[in-house]
């Protein structure tokens, strides 16, 4: 299916030459301005979660006609594993998005098997954009044997912002049942306890859960936290099975649910409480700080202000043609193209310096969202970098749509950032940790899960668990990774 898709993406630009060529063959001036003019590169880009770019699209033309290309968008949904497919096929695009970034040692293995062009001097020079990004004092530990062969994703938040996962709750079942915004591990089990029972949602039926969760506590005491949350009957049963936010997300739009971990995105965010709100007219879901629990230190892991890479592969014709549109795409003009649009058509800019956005150019076109006509392009998002939700021209444009989102940002920033803990070592990996990955994982779904239903219990539960994971290349794993943290502190 794939394999029709590009074809019937290149039936137009095939069309196009030959139209060239028989009007060249008919007109002598036509035939010496084709000369002077370079034909388009064709670039072919791997990407999540796109729109079908079959359709036209005036943006994506645009970007083709600044960058002298012809771009052919491929898509799929949030799954890293279809990498191994394609690239083991050997049928795979110019430019991919690997957002797993080391985690499954694939970015590794494609830099040692040569599938990776590497981002060296000659691939960047003339090419400002790019050289900022590499030149970051904080991405100078992803180079390999010297050399960066991927373009690092700058995350949606200024450095030192939480990872990824933050605890997102009902502000307006809290104000309902006039409970304050949880501080302690204490304190949000009453939250959950009251939004079971005491009808938040004010519709007279006891049909309420306290939380969904797919995400695993990682020591013995969170464990049993968790496992008497489920006892309490607090967790919706159905989310325990359930193992991705992407999933986890329709079931808290329901509006039964008081609170889910999700990840730390306004664009989200913003866009959750706007669908809620269409069914629960006072609706408001806010990120909460981190919950103090019985240690001395808590707070979100920050981050480490980049999950993934954009890369170009060894099938691109013209490395330095791909590396052109990355850094075009990255430039204050690309930047604004794919945030407002193209003047005149997405937005209007008056004499007087005001913006407005035209909603039903936008709505029309492919690369907007049309249930969110008034966000940006979703060729800002997931190719050069992630949404910058803190910056200055990302606000403004947000704030067009809808005036309160300057404020949404602050406050719940404000409450994140409360309270942080920096972790030993970011972006640390190691070959015997990198292939047990997977298998611990595993190990850790099975224990916790049982752990949590209460099929095992916690101290005899825990101590087999670790006994297994040390058992099944665990303790080699940790040794070689302690070691290699040791060394990056
Ligand atoms: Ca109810």
Redesign the pocket.
């Known amino acids: 299916m794939r394999v029709q898709s590009v074809l019937s993406r290149y039936a137009p630009i095939l069309l196009a030459i030959l139209m060239l060529t028989g009007c060249a063959a008919g007109s002598p001036d036509a035939a010496d301005d084709s000369l002077h003019q370079q034909a388009a590169q064709e670039i072919s880009i791997y990407s999540f979660d796109r729109h079908d770019y079959t359709q036209p699209d005036r943006v994506l033309a645009y970007i083709e006609q600044q960058t002298n290309t012809k771009l052919s968008m491929l898509t799929g949904a949030w799954d890293d594993s279809q990498f191994d497919v394609l690239i083991n096929t050997g049928d795979y695009p110019d430019v991919l998005t690997i957002v797993d970034s080391d985690k499954y040692g694939r970015f590794n293995k494609w830099v040692t098997d040569g599938v990776l062009v590497p981002f060296d001097d000659e691939l960047l020079e003339g090419l400002p954009h790019l050289q900022e990004v590499f030149q970051r004092p904080e991405y100078q530990s992803l180079r390999i044997n010297g050399q960066f062969y991927g373009l690092p994703l700058q995350d949606e938040f200024p450095a030192g912002s939480p990872g990824q996962f933050v605890m997102t709750m009902r502000q307006d079942w809290l104000d309902a049942l006039q409970l304050p915004i949880p501080q302690t591990l204490e304190q949000f089990h009453e939250a959950l306890l009251a939004f079971r029972d005491q009808?938040p949602?004010a519709?007279g039926?006891?049909?309420?859960y306290g939380i969904i969760t797919h995400s695993l506590p990682e020591v013995k005491e969170a464990l049993r936290y968790v496992r008497q949350l489920y006892a309490d009957r607090l967790i919706d049963p159905d989310s325990i099975s359930i193992n991705t936010n992407v999933k986890l997300r329709p079931k808290f739009l329901e509006g039964k649910i008081g609170a889910m971990f999700d990840t730390l995105n306004y664009e989200e965010l913003y866009k959750r409480n706007q669908q809620l709100g269409r069914m629960v007219p006072n609706a408001k879901i806010i990120d909460i700080p981190a919950l103090q629990g019985p240690n001395e230190q808590w707070g979100y892991s920050v981050g480490s202000g980049f999950w993934g890479y954009t890369v170009i592969t060894d099938k691109a014709d013209n490395p330095k043609a791909a590396a052109a549109l990355l850094d075009y795409l990255l430039s204050a003009e690309g930047k604004k193209l794919t945030l407002f649009g193209i003047p005149d058509v997405h937005y209007t800019d008056a004499a007087s310096g005001e913006l407005t956005l035209n909603l039903e150019a936008r709505r029309q076109e492919v690369g907007f969202d049309d249930d969110f006509p008034g966000g940006p392009h979703e060729l800002n998002w997931g190719l050069v970098q992630w949404s910058p939700m803190t910056e200055p021209d990302y606000v403004a444009l947000r704030n067009l749509e809808e005036p309160g989102y300057s404020a949404l940002v602050k406050e719940n920033m404000d409450r994140v950032n409360r309270y942080l803990i920096e972790p030993a070592a970011y972006s640390v990996s190691t070959p015997k940790w990198i292939s047990f990955s997977s298998n611990s994982e595993l190990i850790y779904a099975d224990y916790f899960n049982r752990i949590i239903l209460g099929e095992l219990d916690v101290d005899g539960g825990f101590e087999e668990f670790v006994q297994k994971w040390l058992d099944s290349g665990g303790a080699e794993a940790m040794r070689e990774m302690s070691d290699a943290i040791r060394a990056a502190q």
């Open positions: 009808d949602d519709d039926q006891h049909n309420t």
